[in-house]
């Protein structure tokens, strides 16, 4: 299970960072889960190996432009595209209403249906081999967090156990493997006496804008990822006063190690952060991405990650977390 | 005065062409217009000198999302960078509506006015250094041209006249370069009798979506610059019919001719073609952009281009006009 970043600055793009929008892939085939769309999104996919006609749904964290203006146009391409497959988009009140709105505005005919789910209560849903549950966050405005949970974790034989009860490797095991009871010398065979589930479902939360990371306290129970948006640093987060709903990275990470949060990735990172130091202007004194790091670093001792764009990381039935490396096209 | 094209392509971005927007910039300092929004055109600006700061208006052609969805993002980057200068935003009906509910649907709150237009009534229309008149064309939707006409021509003194009747160079000359009466040798002389005006006030129309350029030829009388669409090649637009109201190259070349226009940019080309022969797949068949310039020029004898997302015209007084060399940035 993957998830490819296609923008992580928060309020406007910069010459290197889009504003907010992350695929959420899986092994079952082509088919991807967007969480959020910042205007550029359709660019974005178009120079990713993502294509908008396997896209499943899209969930809207929240109602605030740097995470929706794209949704527009990228349903206008995906229409021009020739998509035909109903398309979910789960999101707070206000998104299905102002879409509806920008169709009729502009004459938006789409040739598929958009099925809209309120975030609200969304618990459980199934999507793909996930089970989405949305958590209700702290912003300005109404926010939420999308937590992916695997909605079945595929099953390994206990061959040590089959050697020891003498069944032959085989049809047998097959069949005890797809669950399916099977008679061997004379006795019933249960799949559950043979199966065991050395992992956990795999878990992904991926926060909307929010100044109150405990707020995902449960939610990050067998959670083995968040991606958490950090968009300041404490000393400007001071500066910029609490108006703005947003987290520092230092609170998030203090929370993460409060929770025992294994892999931790922060984005939605202010524009004013330089892209480090070696690249800045020369000019002295502006942050760089780096003081988001070393903040976050300083007060959590899992594995961190700050998203770049086009960043992919891959999250393996082991609980193993990290970024894949290759192009992105 | 200069053209800008920040989209070239129709409908959806390509890895090359953004969605349409043109910046219209000219000689009395940074202020500028824009001529349609797309979606990504503020990531456009960015890439280029343009700063949103600058921005004197914005004219919408039509309703459509290629050339209006990128209006709430850049309006919510320009109040981020601090804009507070009032924006003028001439647009058809339904332009203003939709962004009013765009901004109550995602709470933006912008530090700037936005003095809003209709498109139908505009004549005359003061705007910097030019005066703007709107022209109705053909499409699905009321869609505008805007004219722009240079609304004072800087006047030459005729220094032969001068000379002629004994008036001396020196402050005489300049006072009456400004319009000013002066006395001479017991003579009242009269700007109007030693001024000239040897070239004729420049004159760019920007068309919107458009399926009859002949809507265009009494604008197009002084007019030296005419961009307009060219979507297809005749051959595509016989098999896409008639119901999507675009023009094909050759119509607007053979318009372009019949009434004598000098220069003629073509753009908002559909992205089925490709970058160039050179640049096609080796699939074969696809059609490209040296397909369009082909068949305009076969119709069209005046000087003919066709824009690049990042193409940079400029038109002199004496009306020569042509690309700007140099980088974007």
């Given at each position: 299970?993957e ?19 992350l ?8 088919g ?17 190996p ?9 969930l ?28 979910q ?10 879409l ?17 789910i ?13 089970r ?21 974790v ?28 099977v ?25 909307g804008?929010n ?18 948006e ?16 947003h ?16 892999h ?14 070696g690249?800045s202007?020369?000019?002295g ?35 193993e ?9």
């Amino acid at each position: 299970m993957e998830l490819l970043f296609l923008g992580t600055s928060s309020g406007t793009p910069t010459k290197s960072r889009n504003v907010t929008a992350l695929a959420v892939l899986d092994e079952q085939g082509p088919g991807w889960c967007l969480v959020d769309a910042g205007e550029g999104t359709q660019h974005q996919v178009l120079k990713s190996p993502l294509s908008l006609r396997d896209l499943r749904a899209i969930l809207v964290t929240h109602v605030h432009g740097d995470h929706c203006y794209g949704l527009p146009g990228l349903l206008a391409s995906a229409g021009l595209s020739g998509r035909q497959a109903p398309l979910q988009i789960i999101a707070p009140e206000g998104i299905e209403e102002w879409l509806r709105a920008t169709q009729a505005a502009t004459q938006l005919h789409l040739p598929f249906e958009m099925e809209f789910i309120r975030a609200e209560p969304v618990r459980h849903l199934p999507l793909g081999p996930w089970r989405v549950d949305a958590v209700e966050l702290s912003h300005r405005v109404p926010s939420f967090a999308y937590a992916f949970t695997e909605a079945q974790v595929e099953p390994m034989l206990d061959t040590e156990k089959l050697a020891q009860d003498g069944v032959p490797q085989g049809p047998l095991w097959g069949r005890l493997k797809k669950g399916i009871e099977v008679e061997h010398a004379g006795r019933v065979l249960r799949p559950a006496d043979y199966l065991k589930h050395p992992f956990a479902p795999r878990k992904i939360i991926v926060g909307g804008d929010n100044d109150r990371p405990d707020l995902l306290a449960e939610a990050c129970a067998g959670c083995q990822v968040l991606v958490h948006e950090a968009t300041y640093t404490a000393d400007v987060a001071a500066k910029v006063g609490p108006g703005v709903g947003h987290s520092h990275a230092a609170a998030v990470a203090a929370f993460a190690e409060s929770v025992g949060l294994p892999h931790l990735v922060l984005t939605h990172f202010s524009a004013r952060y330089q892209a480090n130091t070696g690249e800045s202007s020369g000019m002295g004194s502006g942050p760089t991405i780096d003081d988001i790091r070393a903040e976050a670093a300083a007060a959590y001792r899992g594995q961190l990650w700050l998203a770049d764009d086009f960043a992919r990381y891959r999250l393996l039935r082991t609980g193993e977390f990290g970024p894949v490396s290759g192009p992105p096209t």
